[in-house]
């Protein structure tokens, strides 16, 4: 079957703003099943429709960032004609200086309210120990490859997941790039099997088939493969997702792929305000929420209160995101931009 033409041109924007809605939906559930799930006790059971779901399966929706990047990623590279001896380097200090300053921020954010609960004791949420070494390893994204070392938020170890896979994908660009059935085969090859002898959760390769459906993604879109290629490589990926990682995983992955390939997405002024601020927020929702709450759950223990917690919780922590989005993320981008 002859590959599916697409506009680039007029298809970039509408595809992007898909993006955009999945990555700002995915963060919104995580923060909510983090905010529900405080102190790992269901804090809140009693959630109104569809959305008690949540407490017990919005971990899922990490499937949805590692399928975008699985996507993005190439994509981006792609885009700039990168090339493997030439271009390394300068890909990845633009990844590092992408994601470093607002991470870096949310660990002083962290290490500055840990501060505040040596002088009061008004905040006793479960602060980790702050240590030099400990921040040393988070600076490094290294905190997570010991198990000794404590997380200093429930969200960093995906970083280091998603730096790991862009070292990867450099290396293999080459051949992810490449239209050569041996090349894709032996892309394919890694991403089957390295999930099942590299078990580690800590390490990219536990979580490549997740990354490999938007990789698929990429190769259809840019050409690589043809409409019957990618269908037939996607039904295979999804059936080893299945029993790598259950239904749950399989399914979102899925989805997510699909709808970064297929469905154009007019803009939508809140999920695009969402979406640009989903970084921040997945960052700083743990640690700015669970004090809200914390606060908050000093009221009383009912669930309109408790409710009312997790509301106030997430709304406080989506204008933390958007002033670390608006005055660190923004500016360090353009001033990093400026340099080159």
Aim: proline share 4%; aromatic share 16%.
């Amino acid at each position: 079957m002859p590959s599916l033409q697409i506009n680039h041109q007029s298809s970039n924007k509408a595809k992007f703003e898909t993006i955009e809605i999945l990555r700002g939906l995915a963060a919104l559930v995580v923060a909510l099943f983090h905010l529900t799930d405080y102190g790992k006790d269901r804090y809140l059971e009693a959630i109104p429709l569809s959305l008690g779901l949540i407490p017990k399966y919005g971990w899922v929706a990490i499937a949805v960032f590692f399928v975008i990047s699985g996507f993005v990623i190439p994509y981006s590279l792609w885009r700039k004609n990168f090339q493997l001896k030439s271009d390394w380097y300068s890909s990845l200090t633009k990844r590092i200086i992408r994601i470093y300053p607002a991470y870096l921020a949310t660990i002083l954010l962290v290490i500055g309210l840990f501060l505040v609960t040596l002088v009061t004791s008004k905040f006793q949420v479960n602060d980790p120990s702050i240590t030099p070494l400990n921040i040393f390893l988070h600076l490094f994204f290294l905190n997570d490859l010991i198990p000794t070392a404590p997380a200093m938020s429930p969200v960093f170890w995906t970083l280091a997941i998603d730096l790991q896979y862009y070292l990867l994908i450099i290396c293999l660009f080459p051949l992810i790039n490449s239209s050569k059935l041996l090349y894709q085969l032996i892309v394919l090859a890694i991403a089957y099997g390295l999930p099942f002898l590299i078990t580690d959760k800590s390490l990219v390769f536990s979580w490549l088939l997740l990354f490999n459906l938007g990789t698929i993604g990429f190769q259809f879109v840019s050409q690589k493969i043809n409409l019957t290629q990618y269908i037939l490589t996607t039904a295979i990926t999804c059936l080893i997702l299945y029993f790598d990682k259950g239904l749950l995983y399989m399914s979102v992955g899925f989805v997510s792929a699909v709808l970064i390939v297929f469905v154009r997405s007019p803009k939508i002024s809140f999920f695009t305000f969402l979406g640009a601020i989903s970084y921040s927020l997945y960052l700083v929702h743990c640690t700015i929420g669970f004090r809200v709450i914390n606060i908050i759950s000093r009221f009383g223990q009912g669930e309109p209160i408790k409710i009312m917690g997790v509301a106030i919780a997430l709304i406080v922590s989506a204008i933390v995101a958007y002033l670390m989005y608006k005055y660190i993320e923004i500016p360090t981008q353009k001033y990093f931009t400026s340099l080159r």
